[in-house]
């Protein structure tokens, strides 16, 4: 069955470190893949999102993601990551029933930033 | 209005009352999903609407749930007969027809039944 898995549940770096987020999916075919990010109090806001072309996507607030087909993985990337980062990121991946989009999300990654 | 409304933002009731969420889409978008996410959790898909179709219904946990769209726009996720178990953030997005389209969420209602 088609799913996505994110391995970390919380994750702590300090802030300007580098950060990674894994998401890894299982899907037959060629994914739809897309990262949100959930902030305290906040809805979900759609950081990128892959459909095809250039494995590399860029994203707002600085974010990017590699989609690595070889590796079933789609995982988030920040060179340098600031205090009001600190939120629940989703990876999510669409999938297809019927003619239209179903998103189906991870998980979830916590992410806590230290000064 | 700008975004996907959604109300009340927080609910508490009691355990076997019903409860009814609403869902405001942005205007013009066809294409409008219900989400639960439960402490710890991800998000869980429940039900989906696109246009006049007939509604995805794949994923309510159980016939306690039920959900409308009237007149393509407004939708209401109702929630018979609550159990504690049912305490939850109801998440809903909107989105247009194509594959590709963005998807926007509300804020979410936070659902605690006592």
């Known amino acids: ?84 980062d600190a939120a629940e990121y989703f990876c999510a991946v669409v999938l297809f029933s019927g003619g239209y989009n179903k998103l189906i999300f991870g998980a979830g990654t916590r992410l806590a930033v230290h000064p | ?13 009691e355990k076997g009352k019903d409860v009814e969420l609403r869902c405001d889409p942005i205007s013009g978008h066809t294409a409008l999903y219900w989400y639960r996410q439960s402490l710890g959790q991800g998000l869980e898909f429940l039900i989906y609407f696109q246009g006049n179709s007939a509604p995805d219904k ?22 018979q007969r609550t159990q504690q178990e049912d305490s939850a953030v109801y998440l809903c997005a909107s989105s247009g027809r194509g594959t590709d389209e963005k998807l926007f969420f509300g804020s979410g209602t936070q659902l605690s039944v006592l």
Do not use: M
């Open chain 1, 1 to 84: 069955a088609q799913s996505v898995t994110q391995p970390d549940i919380h994750i702590t770096v300090s802030e300007g470190a580098s950060l990674e987020l894994r998401c890894n999916y299982s899907y037959g075919a060629t994914p739809y893949l897309f990262w949100y990010v959930q902030s305290p109090g906040q809805g979900l806001q759609l950081l990128l999102k892959y459909f095809s072309g250039d494995t590399l996507v860029q994203g707002i607030k600085g974010f990017e993601a590699e989609f690595k087909r070889s590796q079933s993985s789609f995982n988030l990337r920040k060179p340098s990551v600031h205090w009001s």
């Open chain 2, 58 to 79: 794949s994923g309510l946990p159980s016939d306690r749930f039920s959900a409308e769209r009237t007149g393509g726009s407004v939708s209401t996720l109702t929630i």
């Open chain 2, 1 to 13: 209005g700008a975004g996907v409304s959604q109300s009340p933002s927080n609910k508490v009731t």
